[in-house]
């Protein structure tokens, strides 16, 4: 028998709100939102912890990745998600436990007028939390489009006196979906990237460039117009149950970026200390 060291007892009597491992590279399955197939094998970097009494030395850690691999051929989604923390609760015999996971999303997507296809990948995470026997899940997305300068295009008339400057932009956006209706990730990117408009596209030819050029004339925004065409978009979706949002215009003309922050505003929910 070879002596268990981390369940002796600490010489600091005192609890530790979290501890885990991270940096997990762990592969899994996802259900797309039409439900008939999973989308097969993406790379997650994943982040188990929980939390530890004062009477104990320290957790077996290697519980986590004994416990999460029996999962790893199931199609994850929120129901997945509660049934991993209830194990990971029941394998460490803890209070407190939650899973991070950080991963590419993958979706074909077509130019608008070429009708071209190819995937585009879309950083993503899923953070779930078991505590007090309560299960809260959240969703982030982070979006890319194209910011033209309204002030910029303001000067230019029409190109007499130059061309207005654009920027690359990000919306990075929370959520925590109400427990009755699933969000799908497909419903959020939708949703963001129909507020801002001026989106990306894999392959683009010269008739998309068109487009492209004509939709950002006529949808010139600040990131302040950004932040809350993306805002009043979250809060009128039914099935978000709280949401926070950063918008990061990468300025073109400047040597700093130009940000916006904005949060639903819920008692006990997301707020200033959120972070994406």
Known sequence: MLPDIQQT??????????????????????LARNGSSS??????TAEMVCDLDDMTRGISMSRFLRTIQTYIHIPLRRTTLELILKDFKKQLETETVSLKMNFKYPLYKKSPVSNNGFYQFYNCSFRSEFSNNEFKFYESVRIQYAAYCPCSAALCHEGKYGYPHNQ?????????ANPQKYMWLEDII???????????YPI????DEKFMAELAKSNTQFVEDAIRKISKDLDSTKGILDWYVQCTHEESIHTSDAIAINWKGLENGFNEKTYI
């Open 9 to 30: 007892k600490p010489q600091i009597r005192s609890g530790i709100k979290r501890v885990g491992v991270s940096q997990v590279e762990l592969p899994f399955r996802i």
């Open 39 to 44: 989308i097969p094998q993406i790379l997650a």
């Open 168 to 176: 690359r932009a990000f919306a990075d956006v929370l959520i925590q």
């Open 190 to 200: 939708d949703l963001i990237e129909n507020s801002v408009q001026t989106i990306p």
């Open 204 to 207: 683009i030819k010269r008739s």
